[in-house]
């Protein structure tokens, strides 16, 4: 029943934070719109199996990250500087000529693609931490093996779920205003630039 139940609590949570647009899924979408929706399904796939990992090391690092509150400071102001690198190159994409030609569909790069991505992605880490301390029934109790497991799985399935459905969603979007996809860059710039405005805000109040 412990079970069941740390998986359903961490499936929604995980579910619920990637409903905001962010990094990942709005790459996934970018992907749908620049490739095909089996790319941006095998980027979602690559994506989510990061979060797995992800998830993993947020409950394993949770106690040190705690006790030492400056390598949560690291993890952000790594990810800052992620961030302004990927926003100078979405203006960068997005100054570009258009091509009309869709890009050819390669399946294999799509999920890298898709790790790569969730992977510079340092944000969901410190999610994890706080997520899998909130749940634990007594600050000094570690998780087991199973309940390690079970609480990733569960990160990883929602954060699918959710990607699934960007994906499902914006499909149908394209189908109706298909010059969408000629934006998609400067959307991710934009995006971008309120991800590092929100970051430097919480590195100014740590």
């Keep these: 029943m412990e079970t069941l139940q740390l998986f359903s609590i961490t499936f929604a949570v995980a579910f619920a934070g990637v409903?905001?647009?962010?990094?990942?899924?709005?790459?996934?979408?970018?992907?749908?719109?620049?490739?095909?929706p089996k790319d941006g399904l095998f980027m979602a796939i690559g994506a989510s199996l990061t979060v797995f990992f992800q998830a993993m090391l947020g409950v394993i690092f949770a106690r040190y990250i705690f006790r030492h509150p400056e390598a949560e400071g690291m993890l952000l102001r790594t990810g800052l500087i992620v961030l302004g690198i990927l926003f100078i190159y979405f203006i960068i994409q997005g100054n570009k000529k258009k091509n009309v030609k869709k890009i050819k569909s390669v399946s294999g790069w799509s999920f890298l693609k898709g790790l790569g991505v969730s992977a510079i992605n340092v944000f969901p880490i410190p999610f994890f931490i706080v997520i899998s301390t909130l749940l634990k029934k007594s600050p000094e109790v570690e998780y087991s093996l199973n309940s390690i497991f079970t609480f990733s799985l569960a990160a990883s399935l929602g954060t699918f779920l959710m990607l699934y459905l960007y994906l499902i969603s914006f499909a149908k979007l394209d189908q109706k205003k298909p010059h969408l996809k000629y934006y998609s860059n400067y959307v991710m710039a934009c995006l971008m630039l309120i991800l590092i405005l929100v970051t430097t805000i919480r590195i100014y109040y740590e």
């Design 19 to 36: 409903f905001p647009p962010g990094i990942v899924n709005m790459s996934v979408v970018k992907m749908s719109f620049e490739r095909s």
